[in-house]
């Protein structure tokens, strides 16, 4: 279970590192599949800046996490994609749920749960 565990957290980490890294690069691509349009050179640049940010920063404390068997810096992935979830949360009172909505919710939550099980099964070693 150990080990798995291990494997999975760094696959997320891997995963969100990508996506950062994405956005980055080439944020045409993966704005569109996030349903994004950015406004401008302003709106290119906070697609450069704050997808980055969050994922690329979720992604390196979950690979750290995974590499040390450290429950610790797996709190950093937890607590962004908690938020993003309330996010979510909040977006389907306020705005009413639409067909593509559900995907990145369990996306989010299988991953938080992962993370969760980490945490609990790295502080017992």
């Known amino acids: 279970?150990?080990?798995a565990l291990r494997v999975i957290i760094a696959?997320?980490?891997?995963?969100?590192?990508?996506?950062?890294?994405?956005?980055?690069l080439v944020p045409a691509g993966p704005a569109a599949q996030f349903f994004i349009s950015p406004i401008g050179s302003q709106g290119m640049a906070t697609l450069r800046a704050d997808f980055p940010g969050f994922f690329i920063g979720?992604?390196?404390f979950a690979l750290?996490?995974?590499w040390r068997a450290d429950p610790a810096p797996l709190a950093v992935p937890l607590?962004?994609?908690a938020l993003a979830l309330l996010g979510r949360c909040v977006s389907l009172v306020m705005d009413g749920m639409?067909?593509?909505?559900?995907a990145?919710?369990?996306?989010e939550a299988v991953m938080i749960a992962v993370l969760l099980a980490g945490r609990s099964v790295f502080a017992r070693q």
């Open 104 to 107: 990145p919710m369990v996306a």
């Open 58 to 60: 979720a992604g390196v």
């Open 11 to 24: 696959s997320i980490g891997v995963l969100t590192v990508a996506i950062g890294l994405a956005f980055l």
């Open 98 to 102: 639409g067909p593509d909505a559900i």
């Open 1 to 3: 279970m150990h080990t």
């Open 64 to 66: 750290i996490g995974a």
């Open 79 to 81: 607590l962004m994609l």
